[in-house]
């Protein structure tokens, strides 16, 4: 069944408080890897948040769909990683915050219509962001386990 706009915000929107409940957490737990050579919620945060920055500027903000060619996908997640390990746990959820309410914000702003029309990979709008959905609740999910 096919994701509808409103579902989409709402979670973009849950997922947004979930996160920021995170500020709770203590360094030691903020710091601690989900599994032995795995990342940090630090890093999974920063991770989550570069990838909504790379979706605003790479993805949904290209009129005339000639889109870069998508970043290698170790690397990029490894620098996501290396920024997490050298700034604050304010830094990481201030930036997560503010990446993805512009997410929300791009999302609001995009006709209905064109939610529905083949996008990228001739996936909708719509398609290409639901699959980030399963990305965030797998990240969320190994976040819950650990702490």
């Known amino acids: 069944m096919p994701i509808t706009k409103e579902e989409l915000l709402k979670h973009n929107r849950h997922v947004s408080l979930w996160v920021h409940s995170l500020n709770e957490l203590s360094e030691e737990k903020w710091r601690k890897p989900i599994a032995e050579n795995k990342w940090t919620v630090a890093e999974i945060i920063s991770h989550l948040s570069a990838w909504d920055l ?61 939610l529905q029309t083949p996008f990228y990979r001739n996936l909708t709008i719509l398609q290409y962001l639901g699959g980030f959905i399963e990305h965030d609740l797998h990240h969320q999910k190994q976040i819950l386990d650990v702490i």
Do not use: G, M
Request: with cysteine.
């Open 54 to 114: 790379y979706i605003i500027e790479h993805r949904l903000a290209i009129e005339n769909e000639d889109f870069p060619i998508s970043p290698i996908v170790e690397k990029f997640n490894t620098t996501a990683a290396e920024y997490a390990r050298n700034h604050s746990k304010e830094t990481i959820l201030n930036e997560f915050a503010v990446n993805r309410q512009k997410l929300i914000e791009c999302i609001e702003n995009i006709d209905v219509q064109k």
